[in-house]
């Protein structure tokens, strides 16, 4: 009988912490079938757990015949436990394998998997995300989620290193902040209220007390476009400071940019078959401002006027790549709470941060004068009544501020080379998804 309960079984070690130094030692490893194969007399299986692969030979003669069977009949996928002993193995790609004694199977798969564990590539993003758990057991996915974690923990400890406060704002809000659009209206009790676009008000009003605050969580924007780089659900890692303006918060993007390089390169030693693309970063990352690049636009042959957007394809045309600012933005199309130029009132203290034609991140400096907010607000037609939570804020003494919102999604894409935002993503949220 092969047991299938855990009960008081535990792993003795992962993967990666036996060696073929060990020959003879009991082991008992836990993970999920990779491949099985048997040939008669003898079985083999591959065990993934988190940490790497572990080769199981079951000969006839060597292990319970029950086990060598049940051993050649698992499928791809199962959960399984396995003790034996180690015996180093010129064979085995890790230089050992384990001789079994003990088998457990928790859980049996019954179905066939739509592609195979070991596959680097399946053509059909759907077909994957329809199997996300599974489709997460892939090393091409591995390293890449393993990776956006060990960035996450470094942008955390720069923030931490730096006395910053991490704060958590609501996600159940009363009124749009990023313009109208793109908002998800829900119930709230007796009321309409919406999903967040982004922490902005909030994170703005806690700089009143804490100075230096960032959060790293979702921002729910109801994008209509369906592109390899736009979600419905996206994580967003803001960062907002009193007594600063935007060219300080572009330096901090700087650092926060290099620790991340460095945090992927790290890994990718230590992994090297991470297939990674990983981008070179200068010592200050370039800055255009918005005027600069409209005029080589116009010379390269570009249909474009003072006061557009600067759209992917004329970016292209002007062969920007790599890491870039793009600062001085047009104040027109720019959130209310984003500040003009004193220099120049069509101008706004602002950027986004590029890589290549993707933008990875915006941020400003922000009205710290409560008439100037209404008024802006005013301009764009706003309902200065609804906003009244946040304008009563300003009648307090709002220190100057500033800050951005880099999404974290586009952050990784940029540092791995990943093509499709799905990919960084555990569970994709767009226009035609929301299973699983
Ligand atoms: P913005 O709207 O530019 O600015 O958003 C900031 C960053 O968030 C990411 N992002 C997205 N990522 C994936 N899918 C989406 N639909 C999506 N929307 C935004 C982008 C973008 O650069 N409040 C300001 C930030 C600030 O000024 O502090 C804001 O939300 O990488």
Redesign the pocket.
């Known amino acids: 009988m092969i047991e299938t309960e855990l009960g008081t079984l535990r792993r003795s070690h992962y993967s990666d912490e036996i060696n073929s130094s060990m020959d003879g030692t009991q082991v008992t490893v836990m993970g999920w079938v990779l491949t099985v194969r048997g040939h008669g007399n003898i079985s083999f299986a591959t065990i993934r757990d988190k940490n790497g692969d572990v080769s199981v030979v079951a000969k006839k003669g060597d292990c319970p015949d029950d086990i060598r069977e049940k051993i050649s009949y698992l499928k791809a996928h199962s959960s399984i436990a396995i003790t034996g002993n180690v015996k180093s193995s010129e064979k085995a790609p890790s230089g050992y394998e384990i001789v079994p004694t003990e088998l457990r199977v928790f859980s049996e798969v019954e179905k066939i998997p739509p592609f195979e564990p070991i596959a680097k590539t399946v053509k059909n993003i759907d077909t994957r995300l329809e199997v996300r758990p599974i489709d997460l057991r892939r090393k091409v996915l591995q390293h890449i989620f393993n990776t956006r974690s060990l960035v996450l923990k470094s942008i955390r400890s720069y923030f931490n290193d730096q006395n910053f406060v991490e704060i958590n704002t609501p996600k159940m809000i009363a009124t749009a902040?990023?313009g109208g659009a793109a908002l998800f209206p829900i119930f709230y009790y007796n009321k309409e209220a919406f999903l967040a676009?982004?922490p902005?008000l909030y994170?703005e009003q806690l700089t009143m007390s804490f100075e230096k605050v960032f959060e790293i969580a979702p921002?729910f924007?109801a994008?209509p476009s369906r592109t390899n780089?736009?979600?419905?659900e996206?994580i967003?890692i803001?960062l907002?400071e009193a007594f600063i303006d935007y060219n300080d918060v572009m330096s901090r993007i700087e650092e926060i940019i290099k620790i991340s390089i460095k945090t992927v390169t790290d890994y990718a030693k230590d992994n090297p078959d991470a297939e990674f693309t990983i981008p070179e970063i200068p010592e200050t990352i370039p800055q255009y401002s918005y005027d600069d690049l409209v005029d080589k636009m116009q010379k390269a042959g570009a249909k474009t006027e003072w006061g557009d957007d600067l759209y992917p394809s004329n970016l292209k045309k002007i062969g920007l790549e790599g890491f870039y600012f793009i600062k001085d933005w047009p104040l027109a199309p720019k959130?209310f709470y984003?500040k003009d130029s004193k220099a120049n009132p069509k101008i706004s203290e602002s950027f986004?941060?590029m890589f290549g034609d993707l933008?990875?991140?915006?941020?400003?400096t922000r009205i710290e004068k409560r008439n100037e907010l209404a008024e802006r607000m005013k301009n764009k037609g706003m309902n200065t009544d609804a906003f009244e939570y946040h304008l009563g804020a300003f009648d307090y003494g709002v220190p100057p501020h500033a800050?951005?919102?880099?999404?974290l999604?586009?952050?990784i894409m940029a540092l791995t080379g990943t093509e499709n935002?799905r990919d960084v993503t555990f569970y994709p949220r767009d226009v035609d998804r929301l299973t699983p």
């Open positions: 902040t990023e676009q982004s902005q994170k921002i924007r994008e780089r736009h979600l419905a996206a967003s803001d907002e959130p984003v986004d941060l933008e990875l991140s915006s941020g400003s800050g951005c919102g880099i999404g999604e586009r952050l935002i």
